[in-house]
Protein backbone atom coordinates (compact mmCIF):
# COMPACT_ATOMS: atom_id res chain seq x y z
CA UNK A 1 0.00 0.00 0.00
CA UNK A 2 1.68 3.04 -1.19
CA UNK A 3 0.75 5.99 -3.22
CA UNK A 4 1.93 9.60 -3.47
CA UNK A 5 -0.87 10.74 -1.24
CA UNK A 6 -0.43 8.32 1.30
CA UNK A 7 3.31 8.81 0.98
CA UNK A 8 2.43 12.17 2.44
CA UNK A 9 0.47 11.41 5.20
CA UNK A 10 2.53 11.06 8.33
CA UNK A 11 0.15 7.96 9.94
CA UNK A 12 -0.52 6.15 7.00
CA UNK A 13 2.93 5.93 6.13
CA UNK A 14 5.60 5.51 8.62
CA UNK A 15 8.37 7.32 6.58
CA UNK A 16 6.56 10.56 6.33
CA UNK A 17 6.15 10.90 10.23
CA UNK A 18 9.19 12.68 10.38
CA UNK A 19 8.80 15.21 7.26
CA UNK A 20 4.88 15.65 6.90
CA UNK A 21 2.83 17.61 9.62
CA UNK A 22 -1.01 17.10 10.37
CA UNK A 23 -3.54 19.15 12.24
CA UNK A 24 -6.78 18.07 13.87
CA UNK A 25 -9.11 20.46 13.79
CA UNK A 26 -11.29 20.18 16.80
CA UNK A 27 -14.66 20.58 14.95
CA UNK A 28 -16.93 17.77 16.13
CA UNK A 29 -18.12 17.57 19.84
CA UNK A 30 -20.46 15.73 19.95
CA UNK A 31 -21.13 11.69 19.44
CA UNK A 32 -23.88 9.30 18.67
CA UNK A 33 -22.53 6.56 20.76
CA UNK A 34 -21.60 5.37 24.08
CA UNK A 35 -18.48 3.25 24.40
CA UNK A 36 -17.76 1.90 27.73
CA UNK A 37 -13.72 2.88 27.85
CA UNK A 38 -14.72 6.56 27.22
CA UNK A 39 -15.26 9.74 29.32
CA UNK A 40 -16.67 12.50 27.67
CA UNK A 41 -14.91 15.17 29.56
CA UNK A 42 -11.79 14.08 27.28
CA UNK A 43 -11.45 13.48 23.65
CA UNK A 44 -12.22 10.34 21.52
CA UNK A 45 -10.37 7.68 23.10
CA UNK A 46 -10.89 6.08 19.39
CA UNK A 47 -7.98 8.55 18.51
CA UNK A 48 -6.54 9.83 22.16
CA UNK A 49 -5.33 8.84 25.32
CA UNK A 50 -7.91 9.70 28.05
CA UNK A 51 -6.96 12.73 30.38
CA UNK A 52 -6.43 15.48 27.26
CA UNK A 53 -9.16 17.73 26.28
CA UNK A 54 -9.34 19.90 23.22
CA UNK A 55 -10.90 23.28 22.41
CA UNK A 56 -13.64 23.63 19.99
CA UNK A 57 -14.00 24.96 16.95
CA UNK A 58 -16.70 26.45 14.44
CA UNK A 59 -15.90 25.69 10.47
CA UNK A 60 -14.80 29.35 10.03
CA UNK A 61 -12.09 29.61 12.71
CA UNK A 62 -10.59 26.26 11.90
CA UNK A 63 -9.92 27.87 8.42
CA UNK A 64 -8.55 30.57 10.09
CA UNK A 65 -6.82 28.60 12.13
CA UNK A 66 -5.19 26.66 9.61
CA UNK A 67 -4.19 29.50 7.60
CA UNK A 68 -1.89 30.20 10.92
CA UNK A 69 -0.54 27.21 11.28
CA UNK A 70 0.04 27.05 7.52
CA UNK A 71 2.12 29.95 6.99
CA UNK A 72 3.99 28.75 10.53
CA UNK A 73 4.15 24.92 9.57
CA UNK A 74 5.13 24.80 5.67
CA UNK A 75 5.77 21.31 5.71
CA UNK A 76 2.12 20.81 6.58
CA UNK A 77 0.02 17.77 4.54
CA UNK A 78 -2.67 16.61 6.12
CA UNK A 79 -5.71 17.87 8.03
CA UNK A 80 -7.62 16.22 10.54
CA UNK A 81 -10.74 15.74 11.89
CA UNK A 82 -10.67 13.16 14.53
CA UNK A 83 -13.12 14.56 17.62
CA UNK A 84 -13.41 15.54 20.10
CA UNK A 85 -16.44 13.48 19.31
CA UNK A 86 -17.31 11.60 15.84
CA UNK A 87 -16.59 12.99 12.63
CA UNK A 88 -19.97 12.63 11.10
CA UNK A 89 -21.96 12.80 14.02
CA UNK A 90 -21.43 16.39 13.69
CA UNK A 91 -21.61 16.39 9.80
CA UNK A 92 -22.55 19.93 8.69
CA UNK A 93 -19.42 21.23 11.07
CA UNK A 94 -17.55 18.48 9.46
CA UNK A 95 -18.55 19.20 5.98
CA UNK A 96 -18.42 23.08 6.39
CA UNK A 97 -14.72 22.79 7.42
CA UNK A 98 -13.43 20.15 4.54
CA UNK A 99 -15.37 23.12 1.78
CA UNK A 100 -13.53 25.82 3.65
CA UNK A 101 -10.10 24.62 3.48
CA UNK A 102 -10.50 22.62 0.38
CA UNK A 103 -11.12 25.43 -1.96
CA UNK A 104 -8.48 27.77 -1.26
CA UNK A 105 -6.35 24.37 -0.28
CA UNK A 106 -7.30 21.70 -3.34
CA UNK A 107 -3.72 19.84 -2.59
CA UNK A 108 -4.16 19.69 1.44
CA UNK A 109 -4.85 16.34 2.08
CA UNK A 110 -8.17 15.54 4.18
CA UNK A 111 -8.36 12.87 6.84
CA UNK A 112 -11.35 11.86 9.15
CA UNK A 113 -11.58 9.42 11.94
CA UNK A 114 -14.98 8.38 13.13
CA UNK A 115 -16.77 4.86 14.97
CA UNK A 116 -18.41 4.10 11.65
CA UNK A 117 -21.93 4.39 12.64
CA UNK A 118 -23.08 6.92 9.80
CA UNK A 119 -20.39 5.93 7.16
CA UNK A 120 -23.44 4.50 4.75
CA UNK A 121 -25.13 7.76 4.95
CA UNK A 122 -22.02 9.60 4.62
CA UNK A 123 -19.22 7.69 2.28
CA UNK A 124 -20.36 8.98 -0.75
CA UNK A 125 -20.17 12.36 0.40
CA UNK A 126 -16.80 12.33 2.06
CA UNK A 127 -15.65 10.91 -1.24
CA UNK A 128 -16.84 13.62 -2.72
CA UNK A 129 -15.46 16.20 -0.61
CA UNK A 130 -12.06 14.99 -1.73
CA UNK A 131 -11.81 12.85 1.81
CA UNK A 132 -8.95 9.96 0.50
CA UNK A 133 -7.79 8.54 4.26
CA UNK A 134 -10.51 7.70 6.84
CA UNK A 135 -9.53 5.80 10.16
CA UNK A 136 -12.97 3.37 11.48
CA UNK A 137 -12.36 2.38 15.03
CA UNK A 138 -13.24 -1.42 14.97
CA UNK A 139 -12.83 -3.04 18.08
CA UNK A 140 -15.47 -6.49 17.15
CA UNK A 141 -17.22 -8.25 15.04
CA UNK A 142 -19.62 -10.15 17.05
CA UNK A 143 -22.43 -8.02 18.45
CA UNK A 144 -22.17 -10.40 21.72
CA UNK A 145 -18.53 -8.89 22.50
CA UNK A 146 -20.09 -5.66 21.11
CA UNK A 147 -22.63 -5.67 23.96
CA UNK A 148 -19.73 -5.65 26.55
CA UNK A 149 -17.72 -2.70 25.06
CA UNK A 150 -20.74 -0.61 23.85
CA UNK A 151 -23.72 1.52 26.16
CA UNK A 152 -25.92 3.25 23.45
CA UNK A 153 -26.24 3.39 20.15
CA UNK A 154 -28.04 6.46 19.30
CA UNK A 155 -29.40 5.76 15.55
CA UNK A 156 -31.79 7.09 13.00
CA UNK A 157 -33.77 8.84 15.79
CA UNK A 158 -33.59 5.41 18.29
CA UNK A 159 -31.75 4.29 20.72
CA UNK A 160 -30.27 0.64 20.97
CA UNK A 161 -28.90 -0.76 23.37
CA UNK A 162 -26.44 -4.64 23.90
CA UNK A 163 -26.53 -6.77 21.08
CA UNK A 164 -29.27 -4.95 19.08
CA UNK A 165 -27.23 -1.62 19.08
CA UNK A 166 -23.47 -3.19 18.41
CA UNK A 167 -25.06 -5.41 15.40
CA UNK A 168 -26.00 -1.89 13.74
CA UNK A 169 -22.88 -0.84 14.44
CA UNK A 170 -20.87 -3.49 13.22
CA UNK A 171 -23.48 -3.77 9.93
CA UNK A 172 -22.46 0.01 9.32
CA UNK A 173 -18.74 -0.48 10.01
CA UNK A 174 -18.52 -3.05 7.72
CA UNK A 175 -20.70 -1.48 5.01
CA UNK A 176 -19.03 1.93 5.01
CA UNK A 177 -14.80 0.46 4.76
CA UNK A 178 -15.96 -2.00 2.58
CA UNK A 179 -17.39 1.61 0.23
CA UNK A 180 -14.82 3.54 0.84
CA UNK A 181 -12.01 0.91 0.08
CA UNK A 182 -14.07 0.44 -2.85
CA UNK A 183 -13.76 3.37 -4.33
CA UNK A 184 -10.17 4.02 -3.58
CA UNK A 185 -10.34 5.50 -0.17
CA UNK A 186 -7.18 4.01 1.96
CA UNK A 187 -8.73 2.86 5.20
CA UNK A 188 -7.04 2.62 8.43
CA UNK A 189 -8.65 0.36 11.66
CA UNK A 190 -8.40 1.41 15.14
CA UNK A 191 -9.14 -1.48 17.59
CA UNK A 192 -8.70 -0.51 21.22
CA UNK A 193 -7.18 -3.37 22.95
CA UNK A 194 -8.87 -4.65 26.05
CA UNK A 195 -8.01 -7.51 28.13
CA UNK A 196 -10.45 -10.40 28.22
CA UNK A 197 -13.12 -8.13 26.56
CA UNK A 198 -11.83 -8.23 22.79
CA UNK A 199 -7.92 -8.99 23.38
CA UNK A 200 -9.00 -12.84 21.93
CA UNK A 201 -10.81 -11.70 19.39
CA UNK A 202 -8.69 -9.16 17.72
CA UNK A 203 -7.02 -11.53 14.93
CA UNK A 204 -10.69 -12.24 13.71
CA UNK A 205 -11.46 -8.52 13.11
CA UNK A 206 -8.09 -7.88 11.49
CA UNK A 207 -9.17 -10.51 9.41
CA UNK A 208 -12.70 -9.19 8.66
CA UNK A 209 -11.51 -5.63 8.06
CA UNK A 210 -8.55 -6.84 5.75
CA UNK A 211 -11.17 -8.62 3.27
CA UNK A 212 -13.35 -5.30 3.74
CA UNK A 213 -10.39 -3.67 2.14
CA UNK A 214 -8.70 -2.14 5.08
CA UNK A 215 -5.13 -1.26 4.13
CA UNK A 216 -3.81 -0.92 8.09
CA UNK A 217 -4.77 -1.92 11.37
CA UNK A 218 -3.65 -0.02 14.56
CA UNK A 219 -4.23 -2.04 17.73
CA UNK A 220 -4.41 0.64 20.73
CA UNK A 221 -3.80 -0.12 24.10
CA UNK A 222 -7.08 0.39 26.33
CA UNK A 223 -5.79 2.86 29.17
CA UNK A 224 -8.64 3.03 31.84
CA UNK A 225 -10.48 6.85 31.59
CA UNK A 226 -11.38 8.04 34.89
CA UNK A 227 -15.19 8.66 35.21
CA UNK A 228 -16.02 6.07 32.46
CA UNK A 229 -17.43 2.29 32.53
CA UNK A 230 -14.14 0.83 32.44
CA UNK A 231 -12.42 2.81 34.76
CA UNK A 232 -11.30 -0.10 36.56
CA UNK A 233 -10.17 -2.51 33.92
CA UNK A 234 -6.41 -2.83 34.01
CA UNK A 235 -4.16 -1.32 31.22
CA UNK A 236 -2.87 -3.14 28.29
CA UNK A 237 0.77 -2.92 28.19
CA UNK A 238 2.71 -2.10 24.75
CA UNK A 239 4.48 -5.31 25.19
CA UNK A 240 0.55 -7.08 25.05
CA UNK A 241 -0.30 -4.75 22.34
CA UNK A 242 2.97 -5.66 20.17
CA UNK A 243 2.17 -9.62 20.67
CA UNK A 244 -1.03 -9.06 18.73
CA UNK A 245 0.08 -6.83 16.25
CA UNK A 246 2.71 -9.60 15.98
CA UNK A 247 0.38 -12.35 15.23
CA UNK A 248 -1.76 -9.52 12.84
CA UNK A 249 0.99 -8.85 10.85
CA UNK A 250 0.91 -11.57 8.38
CA UNK A 251 -2.41 -10.26 8.19
CA UNK A 252 -2.07 -7.23 6.78
CA UNK A 253 0.24 -3.90 7.89
CA UNK A 254 0.08 -2.51 11.29
CA UNK A 255 0.59 0.82 12.62
CA UNK A 256 3.50 0.78 15.29
CA UNK A 257 4.09 4.58 14.99
CA UNK A 258 0.59 5.65 16.78
CA UNK A 259 0.97 8.38 18.91
CA UNK A 260 -2.94 8.76 20.15
CA UNK A 261 -3.13 12.65 19.99
CA UNK A 262 -5.08 14.66 20.46
CA UNK A 263 -8.17 16.14 18.40
CA UNK A 264 -6.48 19.39 18.11
CA UNK A 265 -2.75 17.79 17.65
CA UNK A 266 -0.65 20.21 15.32
CA UNK A 267 3.03 19.48 13.52
CA UNK A 268 5.05 16.11 13.38
CA UNK A 269 3.77 13.14 15.09
CA UNK A 270 6.44 13.47 17.86
CA UNK A 271 6.20 17.08 18.60
CA UNK A 272 2.53 18.24 18.95
CA UNK A 273 2.54 22.11 18.64
CA UNK A 274 -1.37 22.47 19.80
CA UNK A 275 -0.59 24.94 23.20
CA UNK A 276 1.50 27.50 20.84
CA UNK A 277 -1.70 27.54 18.07
CA UNK A 278 -4.53 27.48 20.56
CA UNK A 279 -7.26 30.30 20.64
CA UNK A 280 -9.80 29.41 23.71
CA UNK A 281 -11.00 26.30 25.55
CA UNK A 282 -14.90 26.00 25.24
CA UNK A 283 -17.07 23.63 27.61
CA UNK A 284 -16.64 20.19 25.65
CA UNK A 285 -20.47 18.73 24.82
CA UNK A 286 -21.25 15.60 26.69
FE1 LIG B 1 -16.20 8.38 23.12
FE2 LIG B 1 -15.18 8.29 20.67
FE3 LIG B 1 -16.61 6.21 21.63
FE4 LIG B 1 -17.81 8.50 20.99
S1 LIG B 1 -16.77 7.11 19.58
S2 LIG B 1 -18.14 7.31 22.86
S3 LIG B 1 -16.28 10.04 21.61
S4 LIG B 1 -14.61 6.93 22.40
FE1 LIG C 1 -2.06 9.47 13.53
FE2 LIG C 1 -2.47 7.96 15.69
FE3 LIG C 1 -2.24 10.59 15.91
FE4 LIG C 1 -4.40 9.59 14.72
S1 LIG C 1 -3.86 9.35 16.85
S2 LIG C 1 -3.16 11.36 14.06
S3 LIG C 1 -3.50 7.76 13.73
S4 LIG C 1 -0.65 9.17 15.20
Known amino acids: MSSVLTDKHPCFSAQAQHQYARMHLPVAPRCNISCNYCSRKFDCVNESRPGVTSEILSPQEAREKFEQVKAAIPNLSVIGIAGPGDALANWEETRKTIELIKQENPEILVCLSTNGLLLPEYAP ?123 CAGEVKQMTHCRQCRADAIGLLGQDRSSEFRRRLRETEP
Not at 210 to 226: R, S, V, Y
Open 125 to 247: ELIKLGVRHVTVTVNCIDPVVGAQIYGTINYEGKRYMGVEGSKILIHNQQEGIMYLAGHGVSVKVNIVMMKIVNDWHIPEVVKRVKELGACMTNIMPFIPAPGSVFSGLPQTSMNEVAAVRSV
